[in-house]
Structures are given as structure tokens and as C-alpha cells.
């Protein structure tokens, strides 16, 4: 190799770098940015997946040990609140692969209402969940040592339900604020951004109304058959009939009875663990559940920032053919997090 | 070094999915997860969880395939998201295999630490 | 045939030229994405942590001098011996020759111009600070006395900084899994044209298989550290047996982990070592493919063994048989290892320079630290030795006889390539030899007195093992003066040190196809593939007095064709 050889190797590197304006200087190609990136987030996914498994190793745990427990919390939990949850995640999950294969297609307005679309779902799921986890802790459901179950406290709208909603709140008031700041200010990419946000958190909002609504309705409809089976046992002098409706109102033993029959005997016969003891045991089940659905917030919340990034790119128009790594990563994460779901939903509702 | 890519134009780098396809897939997902929840109330004994898990299953193979592009990725990628359920079977697996074994000796443990006892702070337990 | 003053750019001492001078002021270190600064900075703060935790070891060898304690309470022994273990494992050691040589020496071994995630690399160095923030604000608010393993349910009751430390290791953890995902994508997609998976210098083999075990181990220790602090601030009961929580579950999670990072922080020092060996005595490394594998083969079986260190916590007898016997197959690819490096070794040109010095130390202690695992894995001879310092010895012949010499040899080895200079061969020869027998002296009395009954972690003993106990003290200060002595070595050399050429060893690897120090951008030429360990491509340049690759002098004759298969 001569010294005008090396020196235009050295040269033809340069040369030969077509770079587009987002390949970072040490790859040589879009590819291969594309395929690191695709490799570096399917490798995130692993480590994803094994830092969930700890949980499900939990779970699993517990239920082959304890599956009485299991049984009898699964009550307290609303199987159809969560399934409409479950849909409205595998909704933002169609709606982010449309995003992706409208990024790929170079359809800046179609990604934009894609990745809002998404956004919003991330959001309605939150709300649905403030709802469920706020009428949890009204009922002094808590995890294992702070487990206290009492009857429902508190008419009209919960404190915790309006505590996790103020976050959301002044998110909504400062993105709308900042929106209309902005467009006075001229700067219509970020009034659309902040708009879109604002959109975003009144995703909550409509999820948090829409759960909390289902949940008056359902409260009421309880009560309705609380008194029509007191009116029942009232006609038959059953002993153990009498005896739930004399404490029909307490949610502990309603549940109880309603649970399988078999496991309460059961429970009784073990003499050191009284009915008390397995309510308190109830709230093993509930640390599980609160790890593992917050931890899925989390990333939910997660995933809401990592859209809230990709929209604001997605406006300033930075896909293009060969370059919308960004949309499809975070597209990966966000079925990720709907694919834990998934299983989360059967393994803590569906249990009979 | 000088290898040059495709990458112009409108010759994407990844597979473009029809709209139809990903419809259709959000259409099955939730008729599956109606289906579960309906086949919840069936009596299905201790079947029931392995029903709800292989449903579980069916619905993150066909998110996995479809809606992350699975099905068109590469090799490697593919394997390397698999391994994961590998090793979480494995981690799993392993540690409840014996577990039975020393649960009696959790039973045994000095109850008397009760959450109020241990913890102050911690609400007592309502009678 | 190239000028001299073109090969002395390309391939000749840059001092003024190079990722040292490419930008100043602290901003350009701080907020840097150049590989080779993140690495430099991982080295500065990884042998800090070293040094703290280094002076802890000495000063619990200090006060077990007596037996009836020198100027430590139990409870300050305690803290002492816990912030030892915890701060050398997850600041130091785990990350030690990954993030500190790896990110300097594993892009230039490819060719490459930087990792695949530069922004992500820097984004761990200071995942590691803050983690090692957490671990210090535990250390100075109100310690920490679990043991570096942080068992439940002690460490859900005691009123040390459990969170902070428990937060801190997290956070490390997460530094750990970024830098192995980061070089399991370099890896895979960096590599350049005409090198492949067998063209790749042994050193990058071991960090690709430490980055599987980063990836898929490392995330169930951040879930597992993650319940703990719920359990000690909300108490889940996931891990406390007064609530009916599980505690051997948090022993299984948290060695899940922690017996895979044992190979974390072994793997990367076996290949520097395979590296070191066949350089030094520059002959192409025998077995090129067993060691290899063995690499891949040690990271999958590390994940079928954890059990091993449960067989006293309760665990059945037909877990406790799984786990022993495969942890007796974990015997043989690290014995494939010691074989071929022997191999290697065998009729080669040996040059005791300081890194081979390294080497054979590591080979000698390793070969002590796993032959004595094999006790370990028995597990009726497990039931005798748990818990006693016979323990104590064999995971420190493994971790400071296997990784620390592997990382001093290591940065002997590349001193040259990352500050343009040679040290003081003589001074390095000796501190080699103070660490290898220092270290000698310390641990093999713990051997001993480990099997007659002395147990770890006990801050007061019985007069009988007052002998060793003061054997080991002294031969623990021998160690650290020879530590020191090292890195004065290193750092004099930095400074005063014999300008050097891009090529001092005569290496074939392609990083050292650089000028010393490497400019920012690695190579300022085409690299020139070779086989990692063809050292006949490489050809003295007396002009240059260093070794350049034998097509940039002599253009009429192509290069060799591989000889690997």
C-alpha cells in the first residue's frame, strides 16, 4: 500500500459517507443503524421480560402454595374493568403499528393521529386503572402489612382517586396553557405538540369518568342483590344463610361465601389460621398484584413519555424511508408492554 | 467500508405491513380476550387457568408475529427475544421445583411478629 | 512503500494527536461519547471504588490481627466486611474490565470507529456514578451490616441503609446491562467486512458472553433489589416469613443473578488473559475455537447452577444433587481454558514482561480458586465448609487472583496503546510478584483455617487461628503495597514513561494497527484485516522502532491468507 494509496483510503471514507442528516458518524450505513438499533431494542426486550419473570416467579409462588388466597381475592377484582382495559391496550397497539407503517411510508400526518391515538389509549388505561386501584384502597385493600378490609368508605369521588388525578390535572392545564402560549408566540409545531399532550391527558380523564361511572353502577347494582338475597334468607331459616345476611354489608364475608365453598371450610380447619388469618393472607396476593400492575404503569408511563417524543419528531417531519428506527423501537417497547399485559390480565382477574 | 445501502428512495428497510393484516389481527386479539373472559364462567375445573394461559398465549404469539414484525425479522432478533422465555422458564422452573419442601418451616416461623408488633405504624388488625 | 513520516502519523507515537488532545476543558470529558474517554473514565472511577474498598479489606485484616478485635465494635466489623463485599462487587469488579479495558480496547478490536450506542455508553458511566453515589450516601448515613448478598429477612429488619445500598446496586445494575447490550450490538453489527466470528481476538469472544449473562441475569437482581425495598418500606411480604412471605425465594432471585455475575467478573479476564498469553509469548493461540466456545459454554452453564449456594438454606436433597453435578460440568470448559493457555504457552518465545507475569499469576491462582471449588460443589463437603473462611479463600482466588491480576496485566498490556507510553518493566515485574505472593499469603492460611472450623464474617475468634489470622493480615498489606505499586508504575509511566509506536508487542489484534494514543476517530486509514493471532503479518520497523503490519511496507506481496479454518 503507497502513501497516496493509504491517503485515499483515508479520503475515500468520507467520500463514499452519503450520510443522511440523522446517521450518526461512526456507522456506515442506514442499515446498519437500523439494524443496531433493532438488535439493541430487542435485546432491551430480554432484559424486560427477565426483569418481569422475578414477578410471575412470585406469583406462581404463591399460587401453587396458597391457591385458597388466590381464589378468594380474584372476588375483589373487576374482570370486566379489566378486559376493557385489555382492549383499549391492544387498540394503542394496532394504532402504534399503523404509526410504525405510516412512518415507513413517510406519512407525516397519518403518524402524528397514529402516535395521538396511542397516546391517548396509554392514557385511558391509566385512568380505568386510578379507578380500580383508588376503590381497592377505599376498601382498605393494601398490600400484605397494611392489609385492613372494611367496607367501602367515602360517597361520591375517592380522596386517592383524586390525589393520583392531580398529577394529570396540572399536566392537562400546563400542556393547554403552554399550547395556546405558543401559538400566540407563533410556533405552530409546538402548539401541535402541546395540543396533542393536552389531548393525551384528557385520555385519563375519560378513562377515570368512564371507570368510575361503570363502578357507581356497579356498587349500586350490589346493593340491589345484597337486599333481594336478604329478602331471600329472610323466607328460608337457613342458619348459614341467616348468619351472611346479618353481615351482608361487610365485603369480607360476602366475598367469602361467595367464593367457592369448599375453600372456607377448609380454611377453617386449619386451627392456628382463623377466617382473620386468611383475610390478612388475602393481602399476599394483593402486594403481587399492586407490584406487578404498578410495575406495568410504570411503564406504561413509561412508554407515554418515549410517544411523547416521538410525536414531537414526528411533527418536526423527521421521518424518512430509510430512517424511522426511532417509531419502530419504541413501537417494540409498546407491544411489549401490551404483550405483559396480556398475561397479567388472565393470571390476576381470571381466577376461579 | 464503502458498502452502500438501498436506503433511498422509497425503498424502506423493513417490511411494510398491510393495514388489512394488522386489522384483522386487533379483530382476533379481542374476540380472544371476549373469549377469555367468557370462558371464565365456565366449568372447566383445574383446566381453567391452562385455558386462560394458552388463550394468553395464542394472543402475544400473534402480537409478537404480526404487530412487532416477528414474522418478518431477522433470525437472530427472533432468537434472541425467545431466549428470553428460555431463561425466565428456566429461573422459574428451577426455583419452584422445590419449594413444597421447606413451606413448613414458613409455617413454623414465630407468627407472633404481626404487622402492628414489628412495624409500628402499621394498622391492626380489625376484628 | 509508505513514507516514514506517513507511517509515523498512522502508526507512530501521537502525542499530539490523538482522543487525548481531539478536545479540552471538562465539558468535553464529561459530557464526551468517544469510547475511549468513557473507558478512561470508567478505569479513574472503578480503581477509586478499588481503593476504598481496598482500604476496608485492610482494615478488617487489621483488626482480626488479635482475636479480640483491635479498634472496630462488632457492629462497625459488620458494616466494615458488608461495604467491602458490596462496594467491590458491584463498582468494582463487575464492571472492572468491561466497561473500563472493554470500552476502550472492544470497538478498535473490531475496526470500528466507536460502540453501536455511544449516547447509551456514557449514559451507564453515569448510571454508574449515581449508583456508587447510593452505595457511598449508604455507607455514610447509617451503613450497612447484611453482607454484600443482602439476605431476607435480616435485611428487612435491621436498621442500616438497606434502601440507599439496595437502590445503589440497582442502579449499577442497570449501568452493567446497557455497557453488555451495548457490545453484544457492536458486536454483532460493527464487525467490518471480512472479519468474522472466528476472525474476532479471543478478549472479544469472553465480553460477548459476559454481555449474554449481563442481559439476561442482571434484570432479575434489579427485580429482586426492587422487592426488597418494597418489602422494607411497604412490607409486600414477598420475601418476610413473619407475614408468611418466602425468604428462600429472595436466595433463589438473588442468585439467579449473582452466581452468573461470577462469571461476569471472571469471563472478561480470562480473555484478557487469552490475549495476554499469546502475544507474550507471540505464538498463535492453540485451541483458538475451544477457548472460544468455552467462553459461551461457561456463560450458559452459569445459569444451571445457582443452587449451590443454597445447600444449607433448606433445600431439597434432589435440588441439592441437580445443582452439585452441574456445577461439576462448569469445571470442564474452565479447565479447556487453563489447557489451551498452557498450550499456548508450550514452545512459544515467552517474554516475561509485566502482563505475562499477570498472566501466568492468574493461571496459578485461578487454577487454585477453581480446583477448590470442586470441594465446594461436593456437597457433603459443602455442609462442612459453608460459611467458613475456606469460602472466603476460593471466591478470592477467583475474583482478586482471577480478575484483579487479569485487569492489572490487562492495563499493562494496553498502557502503551491508551497513554503512548511504556512503563517501567522492571517495577511492574516486581509489582506483579508482591501482588502474587502477597495474595498467597493472605488466602492460603484462610483455606486452612476455614476447613478446622473458622467461620466468615465472625469479627472475634479462638486463640487457635491466631496464627493464620496474622499471616493473612500480613500478607494482605504485601498485597496492597503491591497493588500500589502497580498503579505508581502505571501512572509514572503515564507522565515519564519511554515514548512508544503504535505496535510495541509485536500484536496482530487490530487495535494496535493505531499511532499511540489512538486519534479520536481510531484509525485514521483503512484497516488491514489479519488473523487476531497471526503474528507473522506483523514486521519490526526500525524506523519507527515498532511493529506495523507487513502490507504497509512491503505493497508488491498480498497479505497471508488466513490460516484458521
Not at chain 3, 462496594?87 to 472492572?96: C, G, H, K, L
Not at chain 3, 451507564?124 to 449515581?130: E, I, Q
Request: charged fraction near 10%; include cysteine; charge should be neutral.
Amino acid at each position: 500500500m503507497t502513501a497516496t494509496e493509504l491517503a485515499e483510503s483515508a479520503h475515500d471514507e468520507h467520500a463514499h459517507h452519503s450520510h443522511g442528516e440523522f446517521i450518526a458518524h461512526h456507522f456506515d450505513s442506514a442499515e446498519q443503524q437500523y439494524d443496531s438499533g433493532k438488535l439493541g431494542i430487542w435485546l432491551f426486550l430480554v432484559t424486560e421480560i427477565l426483569f418481569f419473570s422475578g414477578l410471575f416467579c412470585a406469583y406462581t409462588l404463591y399460587r401453587s402454595h396458597h391457591p385458597e388466597i388466590f381464589v378468594q381475592a380474584s372476588t375483589f377484582l373487576d374482570k370486566r374493568l379489566g378486559g376493557l382495559n385489555t382492549i383499549v391496550l391492544l387498540f394503542s397497539s394496532l394504532t402504534m403499528a399503523l404509526a410504525v407503517r405510516s412512518a415507513q411510508l413517510v406519512e407525516r400526518k397519518k403518524v402524528i393521529v397514529y402516535l395521538v391515538l396511542t397516546m391517548v389509549c396509554a392514557a385511558v388505561f391509566l385512568g380505568i386503572k386510578a379507578v380500580e386501584y383508588s376503590h381497592k384502597w377505599d376498601e382498605g385493600i393494601f398490600v400484605r402489612a397494611y392489609f385492613n378490609l372494611h367496607e367501602h368508605v367515602g360517597h361520591g369521588i375517592s380522596k386517592y382517586l383524586i390525589l393520583i388525578s392531580v398529577p394529570f390535572l396540572v399536566l392537562l392545564v400546563g400542556s393547554v396553557i403552554a399550547a395556546f402560549t405558543y401559538r400566540s408566540l407563533g410556533k405552530q409545531h409546538l402548539f401541535v405538540f402541546f395540543i396533542s399532550l393536552a389531548i393525551m391527558f384528557g385520555g385519563y380523564f375519560l378513562g377515570a369518568v368512564g371507570g368510575k361511572v361503570y363502578m357507581n353502577w356497579k356498587t349500586a347494582r350490589d346493593a340491589q342483590l345484597a337486599a333481594a338475597s336478604i329478602d331471600h334468607s329472610a323466607s328460608t331459616t337457613d342458619e348459614h344463610s341467616s348468619a351472611e345476611s346479618h353481615d351482608a354489608a361487610t365485603p369480607t364475608t360476602k366475598h367469602v361465601a361467595a367464593s367457592d365453598a369448599a375453600v372456607v371450610p377448609k380454611a377453617n380447619e386449619d386451627a392456628d389460621h382463623g377466617p382473620a388469618h386468611l383475610d390478612q393472607d388475602i393481602g399476599i396476593f394483593f402486594s403481587i398484584y399492586y407490584c406487578m400492575t404498578g410495575l406495568h404503569a410504570f411503564h406504561v408511563i413509561g412508554g407515554m413519555i418515549a410517544l411523547s417524543w416521538l410525536l414531537y419528531r414526528s411533527i418536526l417531519g423527521h421521518w424518512r424511508a430509510d430512517y424511522y428506527g426511532p417509531v419502530d423501537f419504541v413501537g417494540l417497547y409498546w407491544h411489549l408492554v401490551d404483550l405483559i399485559w396480556i398475561f397479567l390480565f388472565p393470571l390476576l382477574y381470571l381466577i376461579n | 467500508m464503502a458498502h452502500q445501502t438501498s436506503g433511498h428512495g422509497n425503498s424502506a428497510t423493513g417490511h411494510v405491513t398491510p393495514i388489512r393484516l394488522l386489522v384483522t389481527i386487533f379483530v382476533i386479539l379481542v374476540g380472544l380476550t371476549i373469549l377469555t373472559v367468557v370462558a371464565n364462567d365456565w366449568p372447566l375445573g383445574h383446566y381453567d387457568l391452562w385455558v386462560a394461559l394458552v388463550i394468553a398465549l395464542v394472543k402475544a404469539t400473534l402480537v409478537a408475529l404480526f404487530f412487532m414484525h416477528m414474522y418478518w425479522d431477522k433470525g437472530f432478533n427472533v432468537f434472541a427475544f425467545l431466549s428470553s422465555f428460555v431463561f425466565a422458564t428456566l429461573f422459574i422452573g428451577f426455583t419452584l421445583m422445590d419449594t413444597r419442601h421447606y413451606q413448613d418451616s414458613i409455617r413454623e416461623f414465630p407468627k407472633s411478629g404481626r404487622p402492628d408488633v414489628i412495624f409500628p405504624g402499621a394498622p391492626t388488625q380489625q376484628k | 512503500m509508505t513514507t516514514i513520516a506517513n507511517r509515523q502519523e498512522l502508526f507512530g507515537h501521537t502525542p499530539d494527536k490523538n482522543y487525548y488532545t481531539a478536545s479540552k476543558g471538562f465539558l468535553s470529558w464529561a459530557l464526551t461519547l468517544d469510547h475511549k474517554r468513557i473507558g478512561i473514565m470508567y478505569l479513574i472511577g472503578v480503581s477509586a471504588a478499588f481503593f476504598l474498598a481496598g482500604i476496608f479489606a485492610l482494615v478488617l485484616r487489621t483488626e482480626l490481627l488479635t482475636g479480640t478485635g483491635v479498634f472496630l465494635s462488632e457492629k462497625q466489623y459488620n458494616q466494615m466486611f458488608t461495604l467491602h463485599g458490596a462496594i467491590m462487587v458491584f463498582a468494582f469488579i463487575i464492571p472492572s474490565i468491561p466497561a473500563a479495558l472493554g470500552n476502550f480496547v472492544l470497538p478498535m478490536m473490531l475496526g470500528a470507529k466507536d460502540v453501536a450506542f455511544p449516547r447509551l455508553n456514557l449514559c451507564s458511566f453515569y448510571l454508574w456514578v449515581f449508583g456508587t453515589l447510593f452505595l457511598l450516601i449508604a455507607m455514610l448515613t447509617s451503613g450497612l451490616d447484611t453482607g454484600w448478598t443482602f439476605y431476607a429477612p435480616y435485611s428487612i429488619r435491621t436498621s442500616t441503609a438497606v434502601t440507599y445500598a439496595t437502590m445503589g446496586a440497582f442502579i449499577l445494575g442497570f449501568s452493567s446491562i446497557f455497557t453488555g447490550l451495548n457490545f453484544l450490538v457492536t458486536v454483532n453489527t460493527m464487525r467490518p467486512p471480512g472479519m468474522g466470528w472466528f476472525q474476532l481476538p479471543l478478549f472479544i469472544w469472553a465480553l460477548y458472553a459476559t454481555a449474554i449473562i449481563q442481559i439476561l441475569a442482571t434484570p432479575v437482581l434489579g427485580i429482586t433489589l426492587l422487592l426488597l425495598i418494597a418489602e422494607r418500606t411497604l412490607h409486600i411480604a414477598i420475601f418476610d416469613p413473619a407475614l408468611g412471605g418466602d425468604p428462600v425465594l429472595f436466595q433463589h432471585f438473588f442468585w439467579f443473578y449473582s452466581h452468573p455475575a461470577v462469571y461476569i467478573m471472571i469471563l472478561p479476564g480470562m480473555g484478557v488473559i487469552s490475549e495476554l498469553i499469546s502475544v507474550h509469548s507471540r505464538k498463535e493461540i492453540f485451541g483458538y475455537k475451544f477457548i472460544a466456545f468455552s467462553s459461551v459454554a461457561i456463560a450458559f452453564l452459569g445459569f444451571l447452577v445457582w443452587g449451590h449456594h443454597m445447600f444449607t438454606s433448606g433445600q431439597s436433597v434432589v435440588m441439592n444433587m441437580v445443582f452439585s453435578a452441574i456445577t461439576f460440568t462448569v469445571a470442564v470448559p474452565s479447565a479447556v481454558k487453563v489447557f489451551n493457555w498452557l498450550g499456548t504457552l508450550y514452545k512459544g518465545s515467552i517474554a516475561l514482561t509485566t502482563p505475562m507475569c499477570y498472566a501466568l499469576a492468574f493461571i496459578l491462582l485461578f487454577g487454585v480458586g477453581g480446583l477448590t471449588g470442586l470441594f465446594l460443589s461436593t456437597i457433603s463437603v459443602d455442609r462442612h465448609l459453608h460459611d467458613t473462611y475456606f469460602i472466603v479463600a476460593h471466591f478470592h482466588f477467583v475474583m482478586v487472583g482471577g480478575t484483579l491480576t487479569a485487569l492489572l496485566g490487562g492495563l499493562f498490556h494496553w498502557w502503551p496503546k491508551i497513554t503512548g507510553r511504556m512503563y517501567n518493566e522492571t517495577l511492574g515485574r516486581l509489582s506483579a510478584f508482591l501482588v502474587f505472593s502477597g495474595f498467597n499469603l493472605t488466602f492460603l492460611p484462610q483455606f486452612v483455617m476455614g476447613s478446622r472450623g473458622m467461620m466468615r464474617r465472625y469479627a472475634r475468634y479462638d486463640p487457635e487461628f491466631k496464627v493464620f489470622h496474622q499471616w493473612s493480615t500480613f500478607g494482605a498489606f504485601v498485597l496492597g503495597f503491591g497493588v500500589l505499586l502497580a498503579y505508581a508504575v502505571l501512572l509514572y509511566a503515564m507522565k515519564r514513561g519511554k515514548p512508544v509506536a503504535g505496535n510495541p508487542w509485536g500484536a496482530a489484534s487490530l487495535e494496535w494497527q493505531s499511532s499511540s494514543p489512538p486519534s479520536f476517530h481510531n484509525f485514521d486509514h483503512k484497516v488491514v484485516m489479519n488473523e487476531p493471532y497471526d503474528f507473522s503479518t506483523q514486521v519490526y520497523d526500525a524506523e519507527l522502532d515498532s511493529y506495523v503490519h507487513r502490507r504497509f511496507l512491503e505493497p508488491s506481496k498480498p497479505t497471508t491468507q488466513p490460516q484458521h479454518s
